[in-house]
C-alpha cells in the first residue's frame, strides 16, 4: 500500500535518519514505560520501532522482541544501539505495517505501537492488523499525538485525521474479546522548536484481548 505524501515513504524516512546520529531521545516512551512495566514478559513486536529505544527497554525487561520498520536506516541504526547482552532477545524485522494481512503469523503477548500517523482508512486498517497479532490474554498498546495538540503551539501537521483519540481506538478494535484497560489523553511537558514550553497530551490506549 502506498501514499504519495512524501512523509509516508520508506524513502523519506531513510535519509531523515541518514540526516543525524539519532533523530530520537534513545529513552523508552513513558506512555509504554507505564503501561507495560506490570506485565509479566512473553513475546512482543514493536511497530514503527525507529532507533529501537523501545524496543531495547522491553528486551531489558525480559521480553523476546521484534522491532519492526519500513526504513532500513532506522533498523540498521537500532541495531547498533542494541546491547551485546541483549541481542538475543531483538530481532530487527523490515516491513510495511501497511501490508500486513490480518493474522497473517502467530500473535505475540504484547503489540504495540507509538507515535504511528496515517489518514484515517490506512490507520483503521494498519490497527487492526496490528489487533489481530495479539494472542490471547496479550496486550494491544497504542501511544499517539492527541488532536488536542493541534490547538497548542507545537508544531502538527494541519490534518486532524492523522490524530486519534483512546475513545476513537477503542471503537475501532476489530471484533473479538477485549477489555479496555486505558483509554487516557496523558498530559506531558514539552519544548517547541523555538523553546517555549507547552503542554501537549499523549494518546495512550492499552486493551487486553481476553481470549
Not at 533498523?75 to 544501539?81: F, G, I, K, P, Y
Not at 551485546?84 to 532477545?89: C, D, F, P, S, T
Not at 489487533?131 to 508544531?155: E, F
Not at 473479538?176 to 503542554?199: E, H, I, M, N, Q
Request: proline share 8%; glycine share 8%.
Amino acid at each position: 500500500m502506498t501514499d504519495p505524501d512524501p512523509r509516508f515513504s520508506a524513502a523519506f524516512w531513510d535519509q531523515r535518519y541518514s540526516s543525524t546520529d539519532q533523530v530520537w531521545s534513545g529513552t523508552p516512551n513513558p506512555a509504554l514505560v507505564d503501561e507495560v512495566s506490570s506485565l509479566a514478559p512473553g513475546t512482543a513486536v514493536d511497530v514503527g520501532c525507529g532507533e529501537g529505544a523501545d524496543a531495547i527497554w522491553l528486551a531489558g525487561q525480559g521480553w523476546q522482541v521484534t522491532g519492526v520498520d519500513f526504513s532500513t536506516r532506522a533498523l540498521d541504526q537500532a541495531a547498533e544501539h542494541t546491547p551485546l547482552h541483549l541481542a538475543r532477545r531483538l530481532a530487527w524485522q523490515h516491513a510495511d505495517i501497511r501490508d500486513w494481512q490480518l493474522g497473517d503469523e502467530d500473535g505475540y503477548d504484547l503489540v504495540t505501537a507509538s507515535f504511528n500517523h496515517f489518514p484515517l482508512p490506512v490507520r483503521r486498517a494498519v490497527f487492526a492488523a496490528l489487533a489481530a497479532r495479539v494472542a490471547p490474554q496479550g496486550h494491544l498498546v497504542i501511544v499517539g499525538h492527541h488532536p488536542s495538540d493541534l490547538d497548542t503551539a507545537m508544531p502538527r501537521p494541519s490534518q486532524p485525521g492523522l490524530f486519534y483519540t483512546a475513545d476513537d481506538l477503542a471503537d475501532d478494535l476489530p471484533d473479538g474479546d477485549w477489555k479496555v484497560l486505558t483509554r487516557a489523553a496523558r498530559p506531558r511537558a514539552a519544548t517547541t522548536p523555538d523553546g517555549a514550553s507547552v503542554t501537549i497530551h499523549d494518546t495512550v490506549f492499552t486493551a487486553q484481548r481476553t481470549r
